[in-house]
């Protein structure tokens, strides 16, 4: 039945302690019906679980996200709500722009940026990756080289379109990191050319799955536009600094992973 976004299915059963005091008052702020899963749950069960929510979220209109349970993050949320953050201004923005021309016009300064920096052409920024590909991993982003999973919240977002779950859960904003408002259409874009969806986010991460890995051309393409969305993904998380790389990557992973410095 589980069988779909990730793999076979699996039978464990999953924790329904309450939270911390940061996971309680961070529920308490969002106000989306939520459950916690405690530091050292078993990975194999929040997918499960995870995966259930999404089966049950087509049915009853709602999508599921994972979000870390940690102090920046409520800390983010409570600045953002004491800001104005507003779902319905957001879900207008989403109505009057396109994703794909917001990415474009990012990877048009990005390529400026870099032959101003670098005094090189945009080839060599695209360059020709000839190593192994990087397998990008299910929540590599949240263990970030930790042997148990840290505490998570999986809350019900009230909207059957998954890439609108940024108009309910503040996120970016800050540096190059885009804000919510520019992500609802970003993710939109994405999830109608590869069927890309959110699976967890924290302060600074956002993890993503899709049902077929991205491979030739299409891979140069999109990596290209997650250039543009996430320098520090090319930057800091490649070892050549190249899209090429990325591109390599994104042709073995189901799993895309973005991170902002």
Same mark, same amino acid.
């Given at each position: 039945m589980f069988k779909g976004l990730f793999g076979?299915?699996?039978?464990? #059963? %999953?924790p329904r302690d309450h939270g911390s005091a940061v996971a309680e008052a961070m529920i308490a702020r969002i106000n989306l019906p939520a459950k916690v899963f405690p530091a050292g749950t078993d990975l194999q069960a929040i997918r499960l679980f995870f995966e259930y929510e999404v089966i049950k979220g087509k049915k009853k209109g709602f999508t599921p996200i994972l979000v870390l349970a940690e102090p920046k993050m409520d800390e983010f949320w409570e600045m953002s709500f004491s800001a104005g953050f507003s779902t319905k201004e $957001?879900? *207008? /923005?989403?109505?009057?722009?396109?994703g794909k021309t917001i990415l474009d016009a990012w990877i048009k300064e990005n390529e400026s940026d870099y032959?101003?920096?670098?005094? *090189?052409? %945009?080839?060599?920024? $695209?360059? #020709?990756?000839?190593?192994?590909?990087t397998k990008v991993g299910l929540f590599s982003s949240v263990l970030n080289g930790n042997p148990k999973s840290p505490e998570m919240i999986i809350f019900e977002v009230p909207t059957p379109n998954p890439w609108e779950v940024f108009a309910y859960i503040p996120f970016g904003g800050w540096n190059s990191c885009p804000d919510s408002k520019q992500l609802v259409p970003v993710l939109k874009y994405w999830f109608e050319k590869y069927g890309a969806r959110a699976? %967890?986010? +924290?302060?600074?991460?956002?993890?993503?799955?899709?049902?077929?890995?991205?491979?030739? *051309? !299409? +891979?140069?393409?999109? !990596?290209?536009?997650? /250039?543009?969305f996430c320098p520090d993904r090319v930057d800091q998380c490649t070892? &050549?600094? &190249?899209i090429s790389e990325l591109a390599a990557c994104l042709s073995v992973s189901r799993v895309w992973y973005f991170w902002w410095d």
């Open positions: 076979k299915k699996e039978s464990k #059963k %999953v $957001i879900l *207008e /923005y989403e109505t009057r722009n396109d032959v101003r920096e670098y005094g *090189e052409p %945009v080839e060599n920024l $695209i360059g #020709k990756y000839s190593g192994t590909p699976i %967890v986010i +924290s302060r600074d991460t956002i993890e993503m799955i899709v049902p077929e890995c991205v491979s030739g *051309e !299409a +891979s140069v393409e999109l !990596a290209n536009e997650q /250039y543009g070892k &050549t600094q &190249t």
